[in-house]
């Protein structure tokens, strides 16, 4: 039982509850991860309407497709790797990014060093919200997730180039936002 009284179950109760279509089941696991994946639907999102629409179709995929994950690494990121990607089919249904030369995309990386790799992720995911939709959707596959920009490229439909250059002007932007934030003076609550 947790602080609020409610039955804990693992994992692969959850996941055996789930493939029998056990309602109770599916509700337990959505109030277990629903929090951590609308984080990472908020990060994808520009705002938390379009993260909780994430949200929904992420766990309808996770319920149609639970039977299918095979007990190889953890669920959790399984689940995880499912909302990435429900995250990224919305964004390459909505936005066509721009190609870029390959000087915009060398001149954009060397002339400025990034303050942002310091940063936690927690601290800049309002920042990140700021950004267009295809800024912040590499952004958050190359930082936040791993991504490769191979990986990217292949993801969104673009060029390895287009990649590497969303990723320079993300962080060009941030920089720009988090100057701009730690310039305002601080309100005391």
Request: aromatic fraction near 10%.
């Amino acid at each position: 039982m947790d602080n609020a009284g409610n039955q804990i179950f693992d994992d692969s109760d959850l996941i055996e509850g789930c493939i029998n279509g056990d309602r109770k089941m599916q509700y337990e696991l959505y109030r277990k991860y629903a929090p951590k994946m609308y984080a990472v639907c908020l990060r994808y999102a520009g705002n938390a309407e379009e993260a909780e629409d994430i949200l929904q179709e992420g766990f309808i995929k996770v319920f149609n497709k639970i039977s299918s994950f095979r007990k190889e690494g953890s669920f959790e990121g399984w689940i995880r790797r499912i909302f990435v990607n429900t995250a990224i089919e919305q964004f390459r249904k909505k936005i066509d990014m721009q190609p870029v030369t390959d000087y915009e995309e060398n001149t954009i990386e060397a002339k400025y060093p990034s303050v942002l790799d310091e940063l936690a992720e927690k601290d800049i995911i309002e920042l990140i919200q700021q950004l267009s939709p295809g800024y912040r959707t590499v952004f958050n596959m190359y930082v936040i997730e791993g991504y490769t920009h191979k990986q990217i490229a292949e993801a969104l439909g673009i060029s390895e180039g287009t990649s590497k250059s969303q990723l320079s002007r993300a962080k060009l932007i941030l920089q720009d936002l988090l100057k701009t934030q730690l310039k305002k003076p601080k309100q005391i609550p």
